[in-house]
Structures are given as structure tokens and as C-alpha cells.
């Protein structure tokens, strides 16, 4: 199956397919689409980026705070809802 893009260098994201013989094939080619690798074909060059752990220590206890509310909040949610559907099938 032939991918085609605009140029060659586009990310695997501008690329798209065309049956062999078909007229989006033959519309892609006439308007100037070159065919490319497929998607995921060529391997991508990434490099390494160090990421410094982070800590409860880091974060401010306000924050802390205010993600162990929506936790409580959110058990008590999942709870009623729970109870709400007990019994029913």
C-alpha cells in the first residue's frame, strides 16, 4: 500500500494511503505528491532528556492539600454511586 505526501520530509502525521491503481492514487501523483515511507517506517531519532525526580517535599503543601480533598471527594462519589446501583441488574 503506497503512502503519499506533500514532501518528503512531513512527519508521519501529513501522510496518507492510496490503493495501488486507484483514482485518489492517480489524483495524489497528479497533483504533485511524492510517495513516502510508511508511518512508523523509519526510525526516529529521539534524545535522551534528564528529568530530575520530584518529591512530595518539591510540591507545596497547599497543593498536598487540596489533591488529598479531591481524592476524599472524589471516594465519596464512586461510593454513592456505588450504593446507588446495589441490587440492580
Same mark, same amino acid.
Given at each position: 500500500?503506497?503512502?503519499?505526501?506533500?514532501?518528503?520530509? %512531513?512527519?508521519?502525521?501529513?501522510?496518507?494511503?492510496?490503493?495501488?491503481?486507484?483514482?485518489?492514487?492517480?489524483?495524489?501523483?497528479?497533483?504533485?505528491?511524492?510517495?513516502?515511507?510508511?508511518?512508523?517506517?523509519?526510525?526516529?531519532?529521539?534524545?535522551?532528556?534528564?528529568?530530575?525526580?520530584?518529591? %512530595?517535599?518539591?510540591?507545596?503543601?497547599?497543593?498536598?492539600?487540596?489533591?488529598?480533598?479531591?481524592?476524599?471527594?472524589?471516594?465519596?462519589? %464512586?461510593?454513592?454511586?456505588?450504593?446507588?446501583?446495589?441490587?440492580?441488574?
Amino acid at each position: 500500500m503506497p503512502w503519499y505526501a506533500q514532501r518528503a520530509d %512531513l512527519p508521519d502525521t501529513h501522510k496518507q494511503w492510496a490503493d495501488p491503481g486507484s483514482q485518489h492514487e492517480a489524483v495524489l501523483g497528479h497533483i504533485g505528491y511524492v510517495e513516502v515511507p510508511a508511518p512508523g517506517a523509519e526510525p526516529v531519532e529521539v534524545e535522551p532528556v534528564e528529568v530530575p525526580p520530584v518529591t %512530595l517535599d518539591d510540591v507545596p503543601a497547599e497543593a498536598v492539600a487540596q489533591l488529598a480533598a479531591n481524592m476524599d471527594e472524589f471516594a465519596a462519589e %464512586l461510593a454513592a454511586a456505588r450504593d446507588s446501583t446495589r441490587g440492580k441488574a
